[in-house]
């Protein structure tokens, strides 16, 4: 297996808090200590950030090089787009037909087209867990320009610059909206692109420390492992006490403070990978992969759980709650697989098409309908 089994089960984790969270739901009234445990599920979406700001960064440096220009930008672009989009758009299209049936008043929010939905202002509640994919694209899409803007220090410094500006820009303007304009911790700041940027740029950091300080960051791993522990129990302390409602410092630093948590567990999990492949395993490497799908489908699927309650208001009694928890997410991993397999994949597989590979493609399928004799 070549795959790296420490940052599959990190995405799972992630993938796995998303779900539990969304699905408190059915779970009814909850005693202080069950409420504590959801409250450590907003973690789900902020180990993402970090994870996928290590992936791409550990792109970036292989990809890039000092001279590096803008057709290796656009092929990063086209390379990421072909990788979120497809899926982004197929969701899209379902948000806007269930809204559509379902509220005599919906109005088309052109904003989710381009990302646009929550730049710097809170989202409309339409298509929920987009607001952190917009975090993400905005992440692909303004790194790399600022990369280029350093380029003339050389790779390796282009990109820590790019990282430690983001992470020190991003975290005063946090600041200053929760001090000064007294901005919600779960809210304004959470949800809105402007303020969460930097998150994506400590995962960005670790790939620069393993792609040019690899022996000191492996070497290191189990002190930053104990370090970033210790930094999310601070986080958990600070997110359980309430604090990050009632201290506006907090509220703004409770964010980075767990991405540098999350950081600090990556070079431990970088190097693990395992050598017999169970069940187990293979359950969290296919989980792993359907993650991207399985974190768009579940909230349709919870809908339509929220729907059949409304006319069996026997499902939130328990113990039926716990088997529609149980169904809900065995739908949608379900799901997700159908979708990866037939959808995601496929789109992703077209990213390195060139224009002649697209050209057979198109003669293969036109061929398999019976159009043999056109000309394309």
Request: charged share 15%.
């Amino acid at each position: 297996m070549n795959r790296i089994f420490g940052l599959d089960l990190m995405r799972t984790f992630a993938i796995s808090f998303v779900l539990i969270g969304h699905g408190q739901f059915l779970m009814g009234a909850l005693s202080e200590n069950v409420t504590y445990f959801f409250n450590t599920l907003v973690f789900g979406v902020e180990i993402f950030f970090v994870l996928s700001g290590f992936l791409i960064g550990g792109i970036l440096l292989r990809d890039f090089d000092d001279n590096f220009d803008f057709n290796v930008i656009a092929h990063f672009w086209k390379r990421r787009w072909f990788r979120t989009l497809p899926n982004y758009l197929l969701f899209l299209l379902i948000n806007v037909v269930a809204f559509s049936i379902l509220k005599s008043d919906f109005q088309w929010n052109w904003q989710y087209l381009f990302f646009l939905q929550n730049l710097a202002w809170m989202p409309d509640g339409f298509f929920s867990v987009s607001w952190s994919l917009a975090v993400e694209e905005w992440f692909y899409l303004l790194l790399p320009f600022a990369i280029f803007i350093f380029k003339p220090f050389g790779l390796k410094y282009a990109v820590l610059f790019s990282s430690v500006l983001f992470v020190a820009v991003i975290t005063y303007l946090r600041l200053d909206g929760a001090i000064n304009h007294d901005y919600q911790w779960n809210e304004e700041l959470r949800l809105v692109v402007l303020y969460r940027l930097d998150a994506l740029m400590y995962g960005v950091l670790a790939a620069w420390l393993y792609h040019y300080k690899r022996a000191h960051f492996l070497q290191s791993s189990k002190y930053a492992f104990v370090f970033g522990g210790l930094l999310i129990l601070i986080s958990l302390y600070w997110r359980n006490s309430n604090l990050v409602v009632t201290n506006s410092y907090i509220a703004a630093m409770f964010f980075p403070l767990s991405s540098l948590g999350f950081m600090c567990l990556l070079p431990m999990l970088q190097q693990w990978k395992v050598k017999k492949v169970n069940i187990i395993v293979r359950s969290i490497t296919a989980i792993s992969m359907w993650s991207y799908s399985l974190y768009l489908i579940h909230v349709p699927v919870h809908e339509v759980v929220k729907i059949l309650a409304t006319k069996m208001p026997i499902i939130y009694q328990e113990p039926y709650n716990y088997l529609m928890f149980i169904i809900w997410i065995g739908v949608s991993i379900f799901l997700s697989y159908l979708i990866y397999t037939f959808f995601e994949k496929p789109a992703m597989n077209m990213r390195d098409w060139d224009r002649e590979t697209f050209k057979r493609w198109c003669i293969s399928w036109f061929n398999k309908k019976g159009y043999e004799g056109r000309k394309l």
